[in-house]
């Protein structure tokens, strides 16, 4: 069989550059970096994936020196990129050019690697190092502002690519990696990949056996429905348990209609625990750390890890109910390959740094995973392969594109804060030079929130700006280009967004006091069904092609009292990588205007003082702001 191999230098991708050759028909399998060139006799082929380290720090992945000399032909992405140029003789340089987001780069069409597409090309970028010397026998083939972007060496059939090719911002990332699989490798066979969901199937009857007992966690997303009817259809009725927690963090009507979907899916043994006491209000200790109630905590890492392990916690009480424990019983979990990755799992990449906490991830589970008792049916899918095996198990189409909700649901999209803080003085210096210096016709400003990010595949923690000065009559293309700009040239920002309720700010802004409570979670919910009733709407007869729609509660007003509320709405296949939505392209122009308007007609109005559009993609920023 013609094989590719990958190999995993610790990027937040990889994963996606499998999927995305796999799709061509081509089998992969995925190595840690470390492997032995040994290992890798019977390949044709080797993609080394992005990472987030410099090839010049200790540290940095090691690897064995004989791959290169195996005589095939080889891709490096990003870091891999970085890699083959040192390896080769080359040189790299810390922060020699910085770039986050879908920029313009010119190729050279005469690079098999190119071939067939024209000279300019836009690819997704996310690094702080560039090449600054290339090595003996290789040639530049791409370029952005005079900085390498692409090199190939044709005696050694090695190509490298600063950019991110297997990720959608990369117009024609998918023709790059075709003549790469196909045309430089010379692959010719086809890999089919029909019995993802039989393969699956075979996989829980292996491990629950005939009379075991699986408890599913099910949020009413995609990715837990999939895991419920695989289990259904895997195991016999009375083997599967349904447990719905309503954490008090659950979107408008959320767990009703979750329920509802539930019972249609076979799960006759279904319980609802509401808990939102018990997830507010309890102190914890987890990993022999004490932790406060959720009620009294503002940092999101914390918030993350209190409600994973609540989750646990909660479902531990409901399975001793039913006279069960994991000691025998199994966990079943709707666990993305994502959410490994982002979540800095070992067990997916020795290398990979951590960029948020994923419930379904925390210690509790890894300890419980280690053990055999975690089945995770979507662990090496990605969210658009889950919807498509929703639809091949014949799920309806309300559960295959429904929006995604993270399991600490509207917790994540509480920002909280101790209040009274007021924007770095000299940060907003710095961005009013950046005003003069970009001849910028936006106001801007500093909040004093910070959200998280993903820059050069590590986490960032960092300050939101703020745009204002033209109301809803903007250039939105403008917008998310000066999005894509500020993060570059300022890196103590990771995300911007506009301001679209009035023409400016008004004056200074403070943060406000806020907590996960009863009030600031009904508010939430309340104007996040406003976001999403108008925005999640088909466009020209089609139907929506956003991926996710949300809105944040910002604890940050001109008079330190009054909230602010952030709209996301992002374009989106893996979630890896993602685009701010256009209004008047990916949902009606109107629709801005409309959650406006709604707002401040609604009951919460007194309590709501700006609100904003985030107009930044992933990189630099996440999809949710924590």
Known sequence: MEKLAILDCGGQYTKVIDRKVRELGVYTDIFPMGVEAAKL??????????????????????????????????????????????????????????????????????????????????????HGDA??????????VASTGGVCAGVWSESRRIAGVQFHPEVDPTENGVAMLKNFARGICGFTEVYALEDRIQTSIDMIRRRVGKDGKVIVLVSGGVDSAVTAALLVKALRPEQVYGIHIDHGMMRKNESDLICANLAELGLTQMQRINAQDAFFNTPLTIDGESYPPLSEVCDPEAKRAIIGHMFFVVTEEAAKALNLDFDHAYLGQGTLRPDLIES????????????????????IIRTLRAKGQVIETNWDWHKDEVRQVARMLGLDEAIAS?????????????????????????????????????????ELAIAPVQSVGVQGDHRSYRSLAIMAGQGLRVDWASLRDAAKDIPNRLDFINRTAYLINRPRIGGGMISTRSRICPETTDL??????????EIMVPMGGKPSKIAQCFAVLVPASTDGVRYSIAIRAVVTTD??????????????????????????????AGKIDMIFYDVTGKPPATVEWE
């Not at 987030?52 to 090691?62: D, M, Y």
């Not at 050019?97 to 970028?125: H, N, R, W």
């Not at 090449?131 to 530049?140: K, L, N």
């Not at 939430?524 to 009733?533: C, G, Q, Y």
Request: with cysteine; aromatic share 8%.
């Open 131 to 140: 090449v600054s010397r290339m090595p003996e026998g290789f040639a530049q």
């Open 402 to 442: 429904r929006q995604p909700f993270p399991g600490p649901g509207l917790g994540v999209r509480i920002l909280c804060t101790d209040g009274g803080i007021v924007p770095d003085h000299k940060r907003q210096i710095s961005l009013d030079a950046y005003k003069i210096s970009a001849d910028s016709p936006y």
């Open 41 to 126: 006799n019977g390949y044709g082929g080797i993609i080394f994936s992005g990472g987030p380290a410099s090839v010049w720090e200790s540290g940095a992945p090691a690897y064995d020196d004989a791959i290169f000399e195996l005589g095939i032909p080889m891709l490096g992405i990003c870091y891999g990129m970085q890699m083959i140029v040192d390896h080769f003789g080359g040189k790299v340089e810390a922060q020699y050019k910085t770039e986050y987001g879908q920029i313009s780069i010119d190729i050279d069409p005469a690079c098999p690697l190119f071939d067939g597409l024209e000279p300019v090309q836009k690819v997704l970028m996310s």
């Open 575 to 604: 979630f890896m990588t993602a685009q701010s939505a256009i209004p008047g392209v990916d949902f009606p122009q109107e629709a801005l205007a409309n959650i406006v308007r709604r707002v401040q007609e609604s009951e919460v």
């Open 344 to 363: 800095g799992n070992p067990d997916v990449s020795g290398y990979a740094k951590k960029i948020k906490t994923h419930h379904n991830d925390v210690g």
């Open 524 to 533: 939430l919910r309340e104007v996040d069904d406003i976001v999403t009733s």
